[in-house]
């Protein structure tokens, strides 16, 4: 697969002779630019942030080599936790499988064990394993050549209500259909919404919920289970930039009303890389306006609570868009890690 040459960012503008081709960008007074610079012009910031959306074949494969080395640490963090580790051992064996220090990584690792998984940035580390835990969320990276991994895996323990083990696999199977979907062309805001779809279909199944999958979308009610956006743009950063401007011009492209925290809002295309994060979560302040209001007869209460000490799940994955599909930087890819 061969990917597009980087395009034309649009910087500096065509037939105009008299542009500064000097600029500095940076926190700087401009009393301090050397003469002739201009300071942080509003189009180079644009064309750069268009240009970090496409990643070239290096930074595709900086990325894959990222994921390679977190799959690592959470496979042992997978086994650390079956083994009764606490979320401190878990880390710390997250970090000697991945080679890397704390400082090192991308973004502080979130490791939650039962309720604390459902606090979406949880970042203490407890120092004691509760004595019988249902369940582990990890989200860890780790960066090569400064690129970034950004993977989440939720395991349950054989303390799990069967429920949420159904509900782990519920996700994980909408995870890899919605990055099935993956193709220069699609909206990424339809398919956030497809991810609700799938989620109210998936409440619905399990008998969380009695009303239609149309009606628990409609009434924002899945957003209670899952607030965050289906995914962001990878890169130098975890969550790059570009994500909510429009191809080539740099105007805003704000997400829908209803999904504040969608961090990309673009049509995808080639070179484009993004995470597909799918999550499903018991926030009790979330959900307490459900129980009291219209809906209440809508949810399985007595299920929701049983869920409630298992905290949530996330599922994670890294994918590069691609002229026929996507290939998943996660799952495997067809570059070789060195
Ligand atoms: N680890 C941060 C995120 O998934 O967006
Ligand atoms: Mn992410
Ligand atoms: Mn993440």
Redesign the pocket.
């Known amino acids: 697969m061969t990917l597009q040459p980087l395009r034309d960012t649009g910087w500096p503008p065509k037939g105009d002779v008299t542009a500064r081709r000097l600029a500095v960008i940076g926190d700087l007074e401009a009393s301090s630019l050397p003469a002739g610079a201009e300071l942080n012009p509003p189009a180079l910031l644009v064309a750069l942030d268009e240009l970090r959306m496409y990643k070239d074949d290096y930074e595709r494969h900086c990325l894959f080599v990222a994921n390679q080395r977190a799959l690592r640490g959470h496979d042992a963090a997978r086994d650390a936790f079956a083994v009764g580790a606490s979320e401190l051992d878990i880390q710390l064996a997250y970090l000697a499988a991945t080679r890397q220090r704390e400082s090192q990584v991308p973004y502080q690792n979130i490791i939650g064990i039962d309720h604390h998984a459902g606090t979406l940035h949880y970042q203490h580390y407890d120092v004691e394993a509760p004595g019988t835990p249902k369940s582990l969320l990890v989200?860890a990276?780790h960066s090569h050549a400064g690129y970034a991994a950004?993977?989440?895996r939720t395991w349950a323990s054989v303390h799990a209500d069967p429920l949420f083990e159904r509900l782990i696999q519920g996700v994980a199977d909408y995870q890899q259909r919605l990055i099935s979907r993956l193709a220069p062309g699609l909206d990424f805001v339809e398919l956030h919404r497809e991810m609700h779809r799938h989620l109210a279909e998936l409440l619905v199944e399990t008998r969380l919920i009695s009303i239609s999958a149309e009606a628990a979308v409609e009434s924002g009610l899945t957003r209670a289970f899952c607030p965050h956006g289906l995914g962001h743009s990878l890169g130098i950063q975890v969550h790059d930039v570009g994500g909510r401007q429009r191809d080539g011009q740099g105007t805003p492209l704000p997400p829908p009303t209803e999904d504040p925290a969608l961090r990309l809002t673009r049509t995808l295309d080639v070179g484009m890389v993004v995470?597909i994060?799918p999550g499903l979560y018991v926030i009790p302040m979330l959900l307490e306006p459900f129980r009291q209001g219209a809906q209440r007869e809508a949810v399985d209460w007595a299920a929701v609570d049983r869920l409630q000490d298992h905290g949530g799940i996330r599922i994670?994955d890294n994918v590069i868009v691609t002229a026929d599909g996507h290939d998943n930087l996660t799952q495997g890819g067809p570059i070789a890690e060195d």
């Open positions: 989200d990276g950004d993977i989440t995470t994060e994670e």
